[in-house]
């Protein structure tokens, strides 16, 4: 078993019990993969890299509870990011872009790249669209990183709805980019 | 917004994850399916009367444990097709072989029936009705099915869509087994497999459009 395989499940683990550097640590680390495993399959649509990257980012973290842990975190990392790829070049019509094999697993976490590009799609405007009822929840517990209780007095929310809000409209976020591309 | 912060405002604010997420999605799903079922059953078609009679016979109790052996392959590849890289492995298999002994079944009592009888062995008295009937007492678990899905990552659409209907449809069949008169294996071996595939075919048509996530 490699080692980034062991440290990134590792790191899940903690983040899925609410350890949140790990997750962050997770996250990024992640992200890294995830661009050079994007890069190097979309070489003639470099533009959509860094798009592609971010909405694999917000579907793992929508899907993470369909992580077992007994399973190898490469195969379930690297089944989200084909779908997201596929669905993506579905979208595009055009498979005949992809540069690399899509099926090699076993490499997923051999390669990265944390030289980030700028996302042609700004997730900032996107969120602007969501309602108030999940903007809101989102805005202060994720951007401004006050507690749950906080955003329940600060918006005349229930703390359940605050809850129910934010993982909502992370959803709702991620179905927003797939009606605009 | 840099993906970095896109990064730190995923890894901020969570709660611990849902445990058992898949199971307890499933639970409910079978449990409100199940019991749709059999409030359609007994309400529309009626539990046969002689069932206490019926569970006496060794062809009933073989009926309903192919249909039992078929619904857990089912549960099964569902399950496996709501997360991102689980593999099926034996899995199709373990649907294939009830179906395999019971045509083998089915093919040993046509061959060795008079001539005659041959057709009244695969049409029995119901063939007309049994799929659709079995159908119906999917629909509702086959909806439950297909929104536990949604719940979960499935990430190939035309296959969770099928395993999602084979599902509904072998729940639905283990329902319609205590209404249904009929216990010969080429029936149940065309006609109750008919019923669960009808289903299975929505839910591969249905799938790559409902499930998309």
Known sequence: MNTSEERLRNLLIRGLDDEAPAYHAFLMELSAHLRAFFRKRLARLPDEVEDLVQESLLAIHNQRHTYDASQPLTAWVHAIAKYKLVDLLRRRASRELLTDPLDDETDFFSSADSEAAEARRDLGKLLDRLPDRQRLPIVHTKLEGLSVTETARLTGMSESAVKVGVHRGLKALAALIRGES | ?213
Request: with cysteine; charged share 10%.
């Open chain 2, 1 to 213: 917004m840099k993906t970095d912060d896109l990064v730190m405002l995923l890894a901020t604010g969570n709660g611990p994850v849902e445990r058992h997420a898949a199971a307890r999605r499933y639970t409910g799903a079978i449990g409100l399916g199940v019991v749709a079922a059999s409030l359609l059953m007994v309400n529309l078609l009626g539990v046969r009367a002689d069932l206490a009679e019926a569970i006496r016979l060794p062809m009933f109790w073989v009926k309903f444990g192919f249909v039992a052996c078929l619904t857990v392959a089912s549960l099964l590849a569902a399950l496996r097709l709501s997360r991102p890289g689980a593999r099926l492995d034996w899995v199709p298999s373990a649907f294939a072989a009830p179906v395999l002994i019971m045509w083998v079944l089915a093919a040993f009592v046509l061959a060795n029936a008079e001539p005659a009888q041959r057709a009244e062995l695969l049409l029995g008295a119901t063939w007309a009705v049994c799929p659709f009937l079995i159908a119906m007492l999917s629909g509702p678990m086959f909806v439950a099915v297909l929104w536990a899905m949604q719940g979960l990552a499935p990430t190939r659409l035309r296959l969770a869509g099928t395993a999602a209907g084979l599902l509904s449809g072998t729940f639905g069949a283990l329902v319609y087994c205590l209404h249904c008169p009929e216990l010969e294996a080429p029936f149940i071996g065309s006609w109750y497999l008919l019923g669960m595939l009808i289903p299975a075919v929505t839910g591969a048509l249905l799938g790559p459009r409902i499930l998309r996530w």
